[in-house]
């Protein structure tokens, strides 16, 4: 276990560094690649409250348009740094997620009624901002041109920072799961996800952990906004995008619920083609990505439910029992 | 004489106009196997779930080690000690055997080594140390219950609450249960409460049984008494008529 | 031979819950399958009736096989059934509830005549005709199960534990109902665990224990048994 | 200001507008309770009906208020081929591929909306019920009175439906135990199928309607979806007169959000009281279940 802890990392960071080389440090190039790796973070995420947990979450797109916000405003108005603001927009969208999520659990919402409401979250949030006019509004509201800084994150025209930054943050979001996944947390949000009663009496407070994972994956979803607020260079109440919830809920349910390692890689495939779809056929069929998106997840859930997880998991079991009888 | 170590004091519960139990009560000494039997309907079940806090009585407590317990959540009331099995297995089909234990093992070990003796312990102990990583939905009915009652062991419980361990299996399967019933209450001195339908398992286990018919306690003593009370043969076989 | 059933094995999903089943109920007989809790007499009911399919085996209705086959194709041969908890529709008034049970007849005439018929034998349930089915008690419930089984005109009906969960007095009327159905000629299988009652009525009976037929004989004869206080007392 | 005349007018504006939204929202409802099938793209099928109704207002000129006459049909057919593809293979799935599976729904249909009609707004050119009546100092469009109108017809006829003929009662007893109605003699399959039909095929009487007064994106499914699934869960399968009181609910909540606060936050009222009806009243406020 600890091995994987140090290996996955390791590995997934060589792979990951290979790229900028790979894409010839083009900027667009090394942009499109932050995106995909920002997505990607925040599908790892849901694999905690979605995977794990079983819920069932469509509020992705609200916590990073928190992210976002909270980022972006307090660069723009406090000249606060990203440092801190990053960070802090995590937490608010932490803050925001137990809010919501202590009565929400306390009721019992689960299945249809959580992923409502969890949708109508974005939606709730989206209105909000465009209406509150002194923070929001129609308008964008442009981050300060500050030049090339480290304090303030800010990297005119070179996108590798930001791309390394995408990096660090999913690796780190993986490195999260694994350590959730082989622990008490993990063990618990697994047994919830299978059966809430025979879960309660085995001594675990159902909601108390649905909480925790909750927390854990809107405090990641916050961060990608922060990362995301300054490659873009504005605020905007769009940003608040229910498209953002439904990719990341279809990518963590193909990927394979509870799959560490099919998410991720799932997500990094998808959205590679996407991307490629969007800049050769978006110009006529617009949204072609996310129609391929879409059938790719009704064929996965309708024929093989387990997602490409399992699959991939059975890979690494025959993987790692051939080794087994090497040493043998 | 043993202090008891679960008391129900005439508990209620209504479901709209039925009333599943009637003012209950009954006393388990610790250290005892007792049985609780009855027809189809009889309230079992629903006394299992007001015991573990699934449900609210309307009237009555139950008190549990000199606590009172009715009103709090089922996790507060495994934490104290109260483990429990179901009638209808209560599976993890994603989990593996061993995963599924460590879940209950969690409850009392300080760390994960703890944790990882408890697991090897128990499963040891119920004998399915061979399933050990076979998932949740792989596994027929004996291996399902035997790794409820592992799950359950794995809190380390000091009151075990069984809910039909037996409905379904075979009469080797059943002799299986039997048997590890009677070294989970003599060599881990757990007080053990059985649910059962068929009387001639909780015959072999338990030395007092309570029967229940219609919500209502209609006997309470020992196994042979059973047979010769009119109330229990009645509820049984039906009201012989002329 | 009205309904014969021939080596049945039914599993819900990896769980087999019945094994070998054989039995026979001739026309115009009653016949009980008298077993606890967990024994399988609910499988067997929902896989005659056409609600679950079985691993193997067969199950001819006058000599014509209807195994897997689905529900209402069965219901439309005559085999009617009272579910086992009622199975009534709450939401539904009494009225409504009788209606669903004549859904395969097109005539309504007859369905007129049956309601009448119907009326006699439970006067209670036209005093509630427009009540809600889930404001019944459990006796007036299980009144209308029986009557909305009957309202198809069935040649056959299946009976899954009609005394749960009732009061002895009622279970008493429960049985006199049973009684004269089988009065006029209606072919019935009972599945219960009231032991007395089931072994009185029935031509016929089998003790069904862990999925499999474990005794079988006349009803009185069983009832002398002193095997069957073994087989479900434990004695 | 708060003048009688201003709450009036918003009062007649809610329950005209919230009946349209029942009529949206009676399809889901039907097709939740019976079918039992969590359908996410519901809100897409109203969409995809306003720009049937833009198409054939353009093309052949049609009022919409009309449409629904070739509408109707062409939804009910869309109602049996979208059950028999899918909603046929997910009918006993649990809850999270029903989700799944119909959130790809919903984003095929928006993105097929997107390809054909693109982003922009499309709103129909003319209609000829773009007049208002005037009581006084109050304004009733024709149009949504109209929409009105017709809504309670359907109702009206769907509620003798559901209680006069044997379909509606097996579709009712279909809702309320599936086992039981398949042992009456129900051919479950068929019913579902006609029950997916009817369904969706209201809804194009529902997209005709709100054509006529509110324009159409690709994006509108999004909001229709949320909007139908509020209805629903404030009715709580409490038949078709909860449907159209929870419909008039949430159409007051709209029109008076939008007269007192802003228009654009019409979705903040009506999903904030959505979700705090999910928090304090789960079974919906007129629910049996």
Redesign the interface.
């Known amino acids: 276990m600890d091995r994987r802890l140090i290996l996955t990392p390791l590995i997934s960071l060589g792979v990951l560094s290979l790229v900028p080389p790979l894409l010839g440090f083009n900027n667009y190039y090394l942009l499109l690649a932050s995106l995909i790796l920002l997505y990607t973070t925040m599908v790892s995420a849901w694999n905690i409250i979605g995977g794990f947990a079983g819920q069932v979450d469509l509020a992705a797109g609200a916590y990073h348009g928190i992210g976002i916000f909270v980022t972006g405003l307090l660069f723009i108005f406090y000249r606060v740094t990203p440092l801190i603001g990053i960070f802090l927009g995590g937490l608010v969208a932490a803050l925001l997620a137990v809010a919501i999520g202590y009565p929400t659990f306390r009721f019992g919402l689960r299945e249809v009624w959580y992923a409502l409401s969890s949708l109508a979250l974005v939606v709730i949030l989206y209105k909000l901002f465009l209406v509150w006019e002194s923070v929001g509004g129609t308008i964008e509201r442009y981050l300060p041109k500050v030049g090339f800084s480290w304090f303030y994150l800010m990297f005119p025209g070179n996108y590798l920072y930001y791309y390394l930054m995408s990096a660090l943050l999913l690796v780190a979001t993986i490195v999260v799961n694994i350590r959730i996944r082989y622990s008490k947390l993990g063990y618990y949000l697994l047994a919830i996800r299978e059966n809430e009663e025979a879960a309660e009496m085995l001594g675990i407070d159902v909601r108390r952990y649905k909480l925790y994972a909750l927390m854990i994956y809107s405090f990641i979803v916050g961060l990608t906004g922060g990362i995301f607020v300054l490659m873009l260079g504005y605020v905007h109440p769009v940003l608040f995008d229910s498209w953002i919830s439904i990719q990341t809920a279809i990518l963590g349910i193909v990927g394979g619920l509870g799959s560490i390692a099919g998410g991720p890689i799932i997500a990094v495939i998808l959205l590679a083609i996407a991307e490629y779809l969007r800049v050769r056929f978006g110009g006529y069929i617009p949204g072609l990505h996310q129609i391929l998106f879409a059938i790719i997840l009704m064929l996965i859930v309708l024929f093989k439910p387990g997602g490409i997880g399992e699959w991939l998991d059975s890979l690494w079991h025959r993987i790692t029992a051939r080794r087994g009888m090497e040493v043998a | 004489m043993p202090k008891p170590i679960l008391e129900v004091r005439g508990v209620t519960k209504r479901f709209g ?2 009333t599943a139990l009637n003012r209950v009560s009954f006393n388990v000494e610790e250290g005892a196997i007792i049985g609780i039997i009855g ?3 009889a309230g079992k079940t629903t006394l299992f779930n007001v015991i ?1 806090g ?1 449900l609210k009585p309307e009237e009555g407590k139950v008190i549990y080690d000199g606590h009172t317990v009715t009103g709090l ?3 507060r009331i ?2 104290m000690g109260v ?2 099995t ?1 009638q209808i297995v ?6 593996t055997v061993e ?2 234990v ?3 093992a ?2 009392k070990a300080e760390d994960e080594g703890e ?1 990882n003796n408890i697991v090897d312990d128990v499963l040891e102990f119920v004998g399915i140390e061979h399933l050990r990583d076979r998932y ?1 939905k ?4 004996i291996q399902l219950k035997l790794t ?1 009652i592992a ?2 062991l ?2 380390r419980p000091r009151l075990l609450l069984v809910d ?1 361990a037996v ?5 080797g399967e059943i002799d299986n249960i039997i048997e590890m019933v009677h070294r989970i209450n003599r060599e881990r001195n757990i007080t053990v409460c059985l649910i059962e ?5 909780i ?1 072999r286990v338990s030395e007092r049984i309570i029967v229940l018919h ?1 919500g209502e306690k209609i006997f309470e003593g020992k196994p042979e008494e059973a ?1 010769e009370d009119e109330a229990v043969i009645k509820a ?6 002329i | 031979m009205s309904l014969r059933v021939e080596e049945l094995n039914v599993a819900y999903g990896k769980v087999q819950v019945l094994w070998d089943v054989s039995f026979k109920v001739e026309g115009g007989s009653l016949v009980s399958i008298i077993g606890p809790n967990g024994a399988g007499k609910t499988t067997l009911i929902k896989t005659i009736s056409g609600l679950l399919r079985p691993l193997s085996g067969k199950i001819l209705f006058e000599d014509q096989d209807i195994t897997g086959r689905p529900p209402h194709t069965i219901k439309k041969l005559g085999i009617s059934t009272v579910p086992e908890g009622r199975g009534l529709f709450p939401n539904l008034t009494v009225k409504e509830n009788l209606i669903m049970g004549s859904y395969t007849i097109k005539d309504q005439q007859r369905i007129e005549k049956t309601f009448k018929f119907i009326h006699q034998l439970f006067p209670i349930l036209s005093e509630r005709e427009q009540q809600l089915a889930g404001s019944l008690s459990g006796g007036e419930a299980q009144m209308l199960s029986i009557a909305r089984a009957l309202m198809s005109e069935p040649k056959m009906l299946l009976f899954d534990e009609p005394s749960l969960g009732l009061a002895p007095m009622i279970v008493e009327k429960i049985f006199e109902v049973i009684k004269t159905l089988k009065q006029r000629g209606i072919t019935i299988l009972l599945v219960e665990q009231h032991v007395q009652h089931a072994l009185e009525l029935a031509d016929y009976a089998y003790i069904l224990e862990n999925g499999r037929i474990v005794l079988e004989g006349r009803g009185e004869e069983l009832l002398e048994n002193p095997h069957l206080k073994k087989h479900y007392l434990g004695l | 200001m708060l003048s009688p005349t201003l709450l009036l007018q918003n009062l007649i504006f809610g329950v005209l507008l919230g009946s349209i939204y029942a009529l949206a929202a009676i399809g889901l409802s039907l097709i939740f309770g019976v079918v039992n099938l969590t359908n996410f793209a519901h809100g897409d099928f109203i969409m995809l009906a306003m720009y049937i109704s833009y198409f054939l207002g353009v093309s052949l000129k049609l009022d919409p208020i009309l449409t629904p006459i070739i509408g109707f049909p062409v939804f009910f057919l869309l109602g049996i081929a979208v059950y028999l593809a899918i909603f046929h293979k997910i009918i006993r799935a649990p809850p999270l591929s029903q989700i799944a599976v119909t959130v790809g729904l919903l984003v095929l249909l928006r993105n097929f909306a997107l390809a054909v009609w693109h982003a922009e707004p499309k709103s129909i050119p003319r209609t000829l019920l773009g007049y208002s009546y005037r009581l006084g100092s109050i304004l009733i469009p024709a149009d949504r009175l109209t929409g009105m109108l017709i809504s309670i017809a359907t109702f009206l006829i769907l509620h003798l439906f559901l209680t006069k003929t044997k379909t509606g009662i097996a579709m009712r007893a279909l809702a309320d135990n599936l086992d039981s109605a398949a042992l009456m003699g129900v051919n479950v399959r068929n019913l579902n199928m006609l029950t997916c039909a009817l369904g969706i095929g209201i809804v194009a009487l529902a997209g005709g309607i709100l054509l006529t007064f509110q324009p159409v994106n690709p994006m509108t499914g999004l909001i229709y979806g949320l909007l139908t699934w509020s209805i629903v869960a404030m009715a709580g399968l409490g038949g078709v007169s909860g449907i159209l009181l929870s419909g008039i609910i949430f159409g007051l909540a709209d029109a008076f959000t939008a007269a007192f606060w802003d228009p654009r936050a019409r979705e903040i009222t009506i999903y904030i009281l959505f979700i705090l009806l999910l928090w304090f009243r789960p079974k919906g406020l007129f629910g049996r279940r």
Do not use: S
């Open positions: 106009g039925l027809p189809n309907g573990t699934f959540p089922p996790h495994a934490r483990a429990r179901f209560k599976p993890f089909p994603e989990l995963e599924a460590r879940v209950g969690y409850l944790v949740g792989e596994l027929n009915l409820e799950r359950a794995a809190t039909e409905a379904g299996l075979t009469p339908h068929i009387m001639r398992f015959m219609h047979y049984y076989l039906g009201e012989r008529r």
